[in-house]
């Protein structure tokens, strides 16, 4: 139930002479060539430059990595999720199908314990037609779900999908990548996103004396092949879109691309039904600057060498929620803690404590339960936020038969997880 030192990261620094000079080098061109870009522009190219990115090349999570995620410290983190997802079905009254849509599934790790609740729960899903759906623009990572999900036999450009790749996972269910939302066939839909949203490029903003500016990358004239924030000289159109005239921070961080996303969210939950269950550390449009970079474990600066290391911003849900318009119900953001709580983790370690007979597997159990729920470790730092259809959480016949007492299912997480 406790992970093993695993990780996707470090080896990519062995190929060919330093990637990280290769995108420094890049950029510094493209600065020369164009001037200052933006700090999305800049996150965009660290990150997901098709040759030099940082998940295109190395995307180190686990312990040999630069960065650790919940799904990798504990198998039980998966496996509520999957539960949530089984307890949404049911709640919409089983619906006959549903596709599982994962955005940045990082080494399939989370969808793997997922795919085992539903293999598990069998006899219940057994009408059911499951399908799988990874959005994923890493090939390096695409690849190691590949091996993790159907053991490495997946066919990439398969010739009648809109997909770049599909297989077989270990349990027979069908699975299939994409490289954006929009390429996944509609219908009726379960997504998650664990760590994808903070992944994502933030515009910077700070007031100042003549009013709002952008922060910009540029080179540092004073330090060779060195890079700088500055200030844009005057307001730019994203000053313009971007900051609300009721503003009262002095920084603000801006995530467009996080806001198309969830927008496209809402209108498939809206249109074809489903959840969107949304984990991330953030906060709800009170953060500023949140911006930071990760090497080995350790804060690295967000300018030096990119591509090597992980960047990263807090998600403001309270722009997501703005931003669903009001297409689906949102919940949370609630922290980890209380929502793993509600999910019945607590009974989770009590069985599989019951059931290791040693110190070592014990010691691993309780450890890794301390790192998920300790509010000062990730318990309190990350959130869960869910999407729903507006009617999830209403009483649609109430005005026509106000006799009616069906109760409405509570929304598991959420609230306490009964126990039937
Ligand atoms: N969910 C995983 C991985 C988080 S890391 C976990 O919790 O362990 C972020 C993931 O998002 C990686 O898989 C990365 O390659 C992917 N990613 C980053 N930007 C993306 C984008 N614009 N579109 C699709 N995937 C993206």
């Given at each position: 139930?406790?992970?093993p030192s695993?990780?996707?990261?470090?080896?990519a620094e062995a190929?060919?002479?330093?990637?990280?000079?290769?995108?420094?080098?890049?950029?510094?061109?493209?600065l020369?060539a164009t001037?200052?870009?933006t700090?999305?522009?800049?996150?965009?190219?660290?990150?997901?430059?098709?040759g030099?990115?940082?998940?295109?090349?190395?995307?180190g999570?686990?312990?040999?990595?630069?960065?650790v995620?919940?799904p990798?410290?504990s198998?039980?983190f998966?496996?509520?999720?999957?539960?949530?997802?089984i307890s949404?079905?049911i709640?919409?009254?089983k619906?006959?199908?549903f596709q599982l849509?994962?955005l940045?599934?990082?080494?399939?790790?989370?969808?793997?314990d997922v795919l085992?609740?539903?293999?598990?729960?069998?006899s219940?899903?057994?009408?059911?037609?499951?399908?799988i759906?990874?959005v994923?623009?890493?090939p390096?990572l695409?690849?190691i779900?590949?091996?993790?999900?159907?053991?490495?036999?997946?066919?990439?450009?398969?010739?009648?999908?809109s997909?770049?790749?599909?297989?077989?996972?270990?349990?027979?269910?069908?699975?299939?990548?994409?490289?954006?939302i929009?390429?996944?066939?509609?219908g009726?839909s379960?997504?998650?996103?664990?760590?994808?949203?903070?992944?994502?490029?933030?515009?910077?903003?700070?007031r100042?004396e003549?009013?709002w500016?952008?922060?910009?990358?540029?080179?540092?004239p004073?330090?060779?092949?060195?890079l700088r924030?500055?200030l844009?000289?005057?307001?730019t159109?994203?000053?313009?879109?971007?900051?609300?005239p009721?503003e009262t921070?002095?920084?603000?961080?801006v995530?467009?691309e996080?806001?198309v996303?969830i927008q496209?969210?809402?209108?498939?939950?809206?249109?074809?039904g489903?959840?969107?269950?949304?984990?991330d550390?953030?906060h709800?449009?009170?953060?500023?600057?949140t911006?930071?970079?990760?090497?080995?474990?350790?804060?690295?600066?967000?300018?030096?060498?990119?591509g090597?290391?992980?960047?990263?911003a807090?998600?403001?849900?309270g722009?997501?929620?703005?931003m669903?318009?009001?297409?689906?119900?949102?919940?949370g953001?609630?922290?980890?803690r209380?929502?793993?709580?509600?999910?019945?983790i607590?009974?989770r370690?009590q069985?599989?404590?019951q059931?290791?007979?040693?110190?070592?597997t014990?010691k691993q159990l309780?450890h890794?339960?301390?790192m998920?729920?300790?509010?000062?470790?990730?318990?309190?730092?990350f959130?869960?936020f869910?999407?729903?259809?507006?009617?999830?959480?209403a009483h649609?016949?109430?005005?026509h038969k106000?006799?009616?007492?069906s109760?409405?299912?509570?929304?598991a997480?959420?609230?306490?997880?009964?126990?039937?």
């Amino acid at each position: 139930a406790a992970r093993p030192s695993s990780g996707a990261g470090g080896e990519a620094e062995a190929e060919g002479p330093s990637p990280g000079t290769a995108m420094l080098r890049h950029l510094l061109l493209k600065l020369r060539a164009t001037g200052p870009v933006t700090v999305a522009e800049y996150m965009r190219e660290a990150l997901t430059n098709p040759g030099q990115g940082y998940y295109t090349r190395r995307g180190g999570i686990g312990d040999s990595g630069d960065f650790v995620t919940s799904p990798e410290i504990s198998q039980v983190f998966g496996e509520l999720i999957g539960i949530w997802y089984i307890s949404e079905w049911i709640a919409a009254g089983k619906p006959k199908a549903f596709q599982l849509v994962e955005l940045g599934p990082g080494r399939g790790t989370l969808a793997d314990d997922v795919l085992r609740v539903f293999s598990q729960l069998a006899s219940l899903l057994s009408k059911c037609d499951v399908s799988i759906h990874l959005v994923e623009v890493s090939p390096k990572l695409s690849e190691i779900q590949a091996l993790m999900l159907t053991g490495g036999k997946a066919q990439s450009n398969p010739e009648d999908q809109s997909a770049y790749m599909k297989g077989i996972s270990k349990t027979g269910i069908p699975i299939f990548w994409y490289r954006d939302i929009q390429d996944v066939p509609p219908g009726y839909s379960f997504y998650l996103a664990h760590e994808f949203f903070d992944a994502l490029p933030i515009h910077k903003f700070q007031r100042t004396e003549k009013g709002w500016r952008e922060v910009l990358v540029d080179i540092d004239p004073e330090v060779p092949d060195q890079l700088r924030f500055v200030l844009s000289p005057s307001s730019t159109p994203a000053t313009e879109n971007f900051i609300q005239p009721e503003e009262t921070r002095d920084h603000v961080e801006v995530c467009p691309e996080a806001g198309v996303i969830i927008q496209r969210l809402a209108c498939r939950i809206e249109k074809d039904g489903g959840a969107a269950l949304v984990a991330d550390y953030g906060h709800d449009g009170t953060g500023t600057d949140t911006f930071r970079g990760f090497r080995n474990h350790k804060l690295h600066d967000v300018l030096r060498a990119p591509g090597t290391a992980d960047l990263t911003a807090d998600v403001d849900f309270g722009y997501l929620r703005k931003m669903t318009q009001g297409r689906t119900t949102t919940l949370g953001p609630i922290k980890q803690r209380e929502f793993l709580k509600n999910m019945g983790i607590d009974l989770r370690l009590q069985v599989l404590l019951q059931n290791s007979h040693d110190s070592a597997t014990r010691k691993q159990l309780l450890h890794s339960y301390d790192m998920l729920m300790n509010p000062k470790k990730m318990g309190d730092r990350f959130n869960f936020f869910a999407l729903l259809p507006r009617h999830r959480l209403a009483h649609p016949d109430k005005k026509h038969k106000p006799e009616s007492k069906s109760p409405l299912l509570p929304v598991a997480g959420f609230d306490e997880l009964l126990l039937k």
